[in-house]
């Protein structure tokens, strides 16, 4: 009778270790999104607020996807960065199109490409379009210098390192002289590009996506990590400059599932 009893603890166990997991993986990383804060500003005066928004991969409006809208409506950004991979084909402009109206339309946005908007022959000029109806601009190496609570910021999308054709160069041409530059560039790999390309320009921070996290992690082990990734998963690096921020994102890719990757949004102050 106590071995029958200690195998029924021992299965009950198990089975509430896999219950757990597979609620973890399929729902909680993936629905309850985790939200980071940081204050990374010079002065305390004239802040600028920005809110970085990447990895939707977007196939339905649902929810959470609402809610998310809800807090970006009520934090008041000055700025909405979406740093690629938005969506995986052209048919889900829709739904993006659809989370794109629920945020404040007077807030400025500028979004970038990843790689899955290459890889799922997403239609830019349609995608193009769609921003453009909702106060945001596709940056395809491309800059924008615009004034802020009596500040000049200059933001330089950069293309796809993977699926795109990455320019630095290009992305800086014409490029207006400004006490703050932002880069925002889906991969984080092409920083190293970037550090090596960027002369005396002044970077103050690179904003990148496209690593999840690890999206499935075990112990800190990350099976694996998507070209482009480089030495970088998750998080600050400030080691050197410029120093960058990769979002783990909100949705997923190849599986539907998030483990010890939780999805992640950005705000800050600079």
Request: some cysteine; overall charge positive.
């Given at each position: 009778?106590?071995?029958?009893?200690?195998?029924?603890?021992?299965?009950?166990?198990?089975?509430?270790?896999?219950?757990?997991?597979?609620?973890?993986?399929?729902?909680?990383?993936?629905?309850?999104?985790?939200?980071?804060?940081?204050?990374?500003?010079?002065?305390?005066?004239?802040?600028?607020?920005?809110?970085?928004?990447?990895?939707?991969?977007?196939?339905?409006?649902?929810?959470?996807?609402?809610?998310?809208?809800?807090?970006?409506?009520?934090?008041?950004?000055?700025?909405?960065?979406?740093?690629?991979?938005?969506?995986?084909?052209?048919?889900?402009?829709?739904?993006?199109?659809?989370?794109?109206?629920?945020?404040?339309?007077?807030?400025?946005?500028?979004?970038?490409?990843?790689?899955?908007?290459?890889?799922?022959?997403?239609?830019?000029?349609?995608?193009?379009?769609?921003?453009?109806?909702?106060?945001?601009?596709?940056?395809?190496?491309?800059?924008?210098?615009?004034?802020?609570?009596?500040?000049?910021?200059?933001?330089?999308?950069?293309?796809?390192?993977?699926?795109?054709?990455?320019?630095?160069?290009?992305a800086i041409k014409?490029?207006?002289?400004?006490?703050?530059?932002?880069?925002?560039?889906?991969?984080?790999?092409?920083?190293?590009?970037?550090?090596?390309?960027?002369?005396?320009?002044?970077?103050?921070?690179v904003l990148s996506?496209?690593?999840?996290?690890?999206?499935?992690?075990?112990?800190?082990i990350v099976p694996?990590?998507?070209?482009?990734?480089?030495?970088?998963?998750?998080?600050?690096?400030?080691?050197?400059?410029?120093?960058?921020?990769?979002?783990?994102?909100?949705?997923?890719?190849?599986?539907?599932?998030?483990?010890?990757?939780?999805?992640?949004?950005?705000?800050?102050?600079?």
């Amino acid at each position: 009778m106590k071995n029958l009893t200690r195998r029924k603890f021992i299965k009950g166990a198990i089975l509430t270790t896999i219950g757990f997991i597979f609620l973890d993986a399929f729902w909680f990383e993936k629905y309850i999104i985790e939200w980071n804060y940081f204050d990374i500003s010079k002065s305390d005066e004239n802040k600028i607020k920005i809110v970085q928004i990447s990895d939707l991969h977007i196939d339905q409006l649902r929810y959470f996807h609402k809610s998310i809208a809800k807090k970006i409506n009520t934090i008041k950004p000055d700025l909405i960065f979406i740093t690629g991979d938005a969506l995986n084909t052209t048919d889900q402009l829709i739904p993006l199109n659809e989370f794109l109206e629920l945020l404040d339309k007077s807030i400025k946005k500028y979004a970038i490409t990843g790689n899955w908007e290459y890889w799922g022959n997403v239609n830019l000029t349609k995608l193009k379009d769609i921003y453009s109806q909702n106060n945001c601009e596709l940056l395809i190496n491309e800059n924008r210098t615009i004034s802020i609570k009596n500040r000049e910021i200059s933001i330089i999308g950069i293309d796809d390192f993977v699926g795109g054709n990455a320019n630095f160069g290009k992305a800086i041409k014409n490029l207006k002289k400004t006490e703050t530059n932002i880069v925002l560039s889906h991969c984080p790999e092409h920083r190293d590009i970037i550090t090596k390309q960027k002369g005396d320009l002044n970077i103050d921070l690179v904003l990148s996506g496209h690593t999840h996290g690890g999206q499935i992690t075990f112990f800190g082990i990350v099976p694996f990590k998507p070209q482009g990734s480089g030495r970088y998963l998750k998080g600050w690096y400030k080691e050197s400059e410029p120093k960058m921020y990769i979002s783990k994102g909100i949705g997923t890719s190849t599986l539907p599932i998030r483990f010890g990757a939780r999805a992640e949004m950005v705000e800050m102050e600079l």
